[in-house]
């Protein structure tokens, strides 16, 4: 049986959408931020840097969320990867890596808003990491606008996973308003039978108490 380390809210949530969606059985190890356990040595050895996700697999451990979906596409559902020679492999690779481009930002903003005290937080970094996030969504927006229903045009892949589940979270931050094709395909995503079944999965709010985290006012 296949082992993903979880924890609600995170980067884990787009290998959870994935096996839902792939219809892959599987079982859950929940963690959670508080407390030192994602530190502690046993973790480490499954995890080297304390993160998740982690995928217990094939006999080893898979950890890089972008990894742990390009490996289960090619071992599991052929039909959610692009296969090298693929027409769309360029670009399933590209997007694949891109989510962690947004990701960088939702790190910061998360750690600005939800870990640190107000009186700790910078304005500057806020307003630079809003704008810097808002440019990585103008990139996917450009890609979308030719009508295509999902991020490769050939059909749903691994890549709505990866970097849907970052548009999910950018929401968060920014409002999605001034993208009608990003609003659009949010709306498609958390339309999809897998992605509900995955939130169900997901389990208690780990990092974000509100939908929607405004700049503070200077
Ligand atoms: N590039 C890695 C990043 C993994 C990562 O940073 N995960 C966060 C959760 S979203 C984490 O485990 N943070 C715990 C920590 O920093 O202690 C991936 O895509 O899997």
Known sequence: MITLHHAAQSRSFRILWFLHEADIPHRLERHSFGGKALRSPEFLAISPAGRV?????????????????????????????????HAERGDFLEWLHYGETIAQHLAQLTFQQVVLRPDQRSLTVLKLETLRLSRTLDGV????????????????????????????????????????????????????????????????????QRDFYPLPQA
């Open 53 to 85: 996700p982690a995928l217990e697999i094939d006999g080893r451990v898979l950890f890089e969320s972008g990894a742990i979906l390009e490996y289960l596409s090619e071992t599991r559902a052929p039909a959610f990867g692009r296969a090298p020679g």
């Open 141 to 208: 927006a450009k890609a979308m606008d030719d009508g295509r229903e999902n991020l490769l045009p050939g059909g749903f892949s691994a890549v709505d996973c990866m970097v849907g589940s970052s548009l999910m979270i950018a929401r968060r931050f920014i409002a999605l308003d001034g993208w009608p094709v990003l609003t659009a395909w949010h709306d498609r995503l958390i339309a999809r039978p897998g992605y509900r079944a995955a939130l169900a999965q997901d389990g208690p709010p780990e990092l974000y």
